[in-house]
């Protein structure tokens, strides 16, 4: 019993410090003005990405 109870108690604390730690980044990364790279725009063209089986039935 007390096994399982120091599991849960373990599992809560650490799913509280990741989300404490994903919140605490959220903060800092909205006060440092940062934009994420998924958001940026492009100056060029977006790369064209080939996908090939590679059966050789393309050739």
Known sequence: MRNAKRKI????????CIAAAIGGGAIIS???????TSVTSFEEEPPVIILDAGHGESS
């Open 9 to 16: 108690i373990a599992g809560t604390v650490f799913f509280c």
């Open 30 to 36: 909205q006060k440092s003005e940062s934009v994420p």
